[in-house]
C-alpha cells in the first residue's frame, strides 16, 4: 500500500489520530452520504489517489460489539435501498481487526429494519457505501474502512460515548498504519 489518505467525518472524528500522526494526510469530509461523496470526489479529483483509508464511529446493530471496539468494514450498503437497487461494496481485508459488515444510513437506528443474518457484526454509520461508491468510481486501487463503536443503535444520544470511541479510533489507526 502507498501512503494512505485518511478520510474523516468530522474533526472531533480526526483529532486523536492528527495528534499521533500529524504528518499523514487527513481529509474532513462531512457528515451523510452526500457530503462526503462530494468532499472525496472533490479530493479525489484534484490529488488522485491509490490508497484512502475512511475512518470514523458508528454505532453497534447488535450485541457481538461493544462500544470502544475498532473494526474494520469489508461490506458495506445503503440501508433504505429496495432491494433491485441495492449494491454491496466490498473490500478486502487490510488489517488485524474484527471484520464487521455495515450499514449506510440518513439517520440513526435506520438500519435495525434491515438487519439480516450474518456471521459477522453489522454497524450503521452515515458515510461508508458512499465514499466506497466515489472511490470505486474514481479508480481507487485499495480502499478500507474502519469504525470505532461509540454507541448501540437505538440509544439516545446523550448515552454515545464519542470521546471514548475517538480516542480508541486515533490509536489504533495510527498503530496500523505507521
Same mark, same amino acid.
Given at each position: 500500500?502507498?501512503k494512505?489518505?485518511? $478520510?474523516?467525518?468530522?474533526?472531533?472524528?480526526?483529532?486523536?489520530?492528527?495528534?499521533?500522526?500529524?504528518?499523514?494526510?487527513?481529509?474532513?469530509?462531512?457528515?451523510?452520504?452526500?457530503?462526503?461523496?462530494?468532499?472525496?470526489?472533490?479530493? $479525489?479529483? $484534484?490529488?488522485?489517489?491509490?490508497?484512502?483509508?475512511?475512518?470514523?464511529?458508528?454505532?453497534?446493530?447488535?450485541?457481538?460489539?461493544?462500544?470502544?471496539?475498532?473494526? %474494520?468494514?469489508?461490506?458495506?450498503r445503503?440501508?433504505?435501498?429496495?432491494?433491485?437497487?441495492?449494491?454491496?461494496?466490498?473490500?478486502?481485508?487490510?488489517?488485524?481487526? %474484527?471484520?464487521?459488515?455495515?450499514?449506510?444510513?440518513?439517520?440513526?437506528?435506520?438500519?435495525?429494519?434491515?438487519?439480516?443474518?450474518?456471521?459477522?457484526?453489522?454497524?450503521?454509520?452515515? %458515510?461508508?457505501?458512499?465514499?466506497a461508491?466515489?472511490? %470505486?468510481?474514481?479508480?481507487?486501487?485499495?480502499?478500507?474502512?474502519?469504525?470505532?463503536?461509540?454507541?448501540?443503535?437505538?440509544?439516545?444520544?446523550?448515552?454515545?460515548?464519542?470521546?471514548?470511541?475517538?480516542?480508541?479510533?486515533?490509536?489504533?489507526?495510527?498503530?496500523?498504519?505507521?
Open positions: 500500500m502507498d494512505p489518505v485518511f $478520510l474523516f467525518p468530522t474533526e472531533a472524528e480526526a483529532a486523536a489520530f492528527i495528534r499521533l500522526m500529524p504528518e499523514a494526510e487527513v481529509v474532513i469530509i462531512g457528515v451523510g452520504m452526500a457530503e462526503a461523496a462530494a468532499m472525496t470526489a472533490r479530493y $479525489l479529483s $484534484l490529488k488522485p489517489t491509490r490508497d484512502v483509508v475512511l475512518c470514523g464511529i458508528a454505532g453497534a446493530c447488535d450485541e457481538r460489539l461493544v462500544v470502544g471496539r475498532v473494526v %474494520e468494514v469489508v461490506c458495506d445503503i440501508a433504505s435501498l429496495p432491494g433491485q437497487y441495492a449494491k454491496e461494496y466490498r473490500s478486502e481485508r487490510s488489517t488485524g481487526l %474484527e471484520p464487521a459488515e455495515a450499514f449506510t444510513v440518513n439517520a440513526s437506528g435506520e438500519a435495525l429494519g434491515y438487519l439480516a443474518e450474518s456471521s459477522m457484526p453489522a454497524v450503521e454509520q452515515m %458515510e461508508g457505501a458512499a465514499v461508491a466515489m472511490c %470505486e468510481a474514481m479508480g481507487v486501487e485499495h480502499f478500507c474502512h474502519i469504525r470505532a463503536i461509540s454507541n448501540r443503535v437505538g440509544e439516545s444520544r446523550d448515552k454515545w460515548r464519542i470521546e471514548e470511541a475517538v480516542a480508541v479510533l486515533g490509536g489504533i489507526v495510527s498503530q496500523l498504519f505507521k
